[in-house]
């Protein structure tokens, strides 16, 4: 009798246990948003790559009021770049999205909308990243290989729904802070060049959907100081396609 009651305060006690253990199942994965133990510990997910290369990456788009000035600046760089895109927004802005590809960009995947993770939702995470994905394959004409959360911060749900929808998480080494309202052309490069090495991957954004109105103009004023920094470093810059995630990277700064 006795070793029956134990039994059930046991069970008891485990099924009170079963949410926050599912709560830090979900939650644990985005302590990966810090950039310190990320760039030391998790190279691949932090986009390291050659130690001769700068993987070059725009997330939030595509957005009619802002990506067409990125892609003729790039043009006029002869660089090329990874831009991860919304599902939603890919859908609504077919035209754009086959242009980025034309041109040759690589589209990724940002998630279908740019929502938080903050509550677990295993199965509509699952759903809506696979139908990014779909969205991403459609427009491009392959099926994509990368996948950058919203606010680069990865949940055990996002990283299920990566792995069933065949995506490779990766985050960044460097970023502009440029979704700011206060941020400049100046801003974003002083941002950015401290942490920039070779193999390195740089954030950017080319929309300001989610962001301070018009934040995008500094991200876009400052593409040219960046690659001619990293030129001037001997670094190639490019998509991720082109990096070789998972190499070691360069130990010099470039700025």
Do not use: K, N, Q
């Not at 859908?91 to 754009?96: D, F, G, M, S």
């Not at 929309?207 to 470093?233: K, M």
């Amino acid at each position: 009798m006795r070793g029956g009651a134990d039994r059930g305060r046991l069970l008891t006690t485990a099924l009170a246990a079963l949410p926050v253990l599912a709560a830090a199942a979900h939650i644990a994965p985005a302590a990966t948003w810090l950039p310190g133990p990320r760039r030391a510990w998790l190279p691949s997910l932090a986009g390291t790559g050659r130690a001769d290369h700068v993987a070059l990456t725009f997330d939030d788009g595509p957005d009619p009021r802002s990506t067409p000035a990125f892609l003729a600046t790039l043009d006029e760089l002869a660089v090329h770049a990874t831009f991860f895109v919304l599902g939603e927004r890919v859908l609504a802005h077919r035209r754009l999205s086959h242009e980025i590809v034309r041109r040759g960009h690589e589209l990724a995947v940002h998630g279908w909308t740019h929502d938080g993770p903050w509550r677990p939702a295993p199965l509509r995470e699952t759903r809506r990243l696979a139908r990014a994905a779909r969205a991403v394959a459609e427009v491009s004409g392959t099926s994509p290989v990368w996948y950058r959360p919203p606010y680069g911060i990865l949940t055990g749900d996002r990283l299920l729904a990566a792995r069933r929808a065949g995506l490779r998480p990766v985050l960044w080494t460097a970023w502009g802070r440029d979704w700011t309202a206060g941020a400049t052309a100046g801003s974003v490069t002083a941002t950015v060049l401290p942490d920039l090495r070779g193999g390195g991957t740089v954030l950017l954004h080319d929309s300001d959907r989610h962001a301070a109105p018009d934040c995008w103009r500094a991200a876009l004023a400052a593409l040219p100081r960046l690659v001619t920094a990293c030129r001037e470093a001997d670094l190639t810059v490019g998509p991720l396609g082109e990096h070789g995630v998972g190499c070691r990277a360069g130990s010099a700064r470039i700025g």
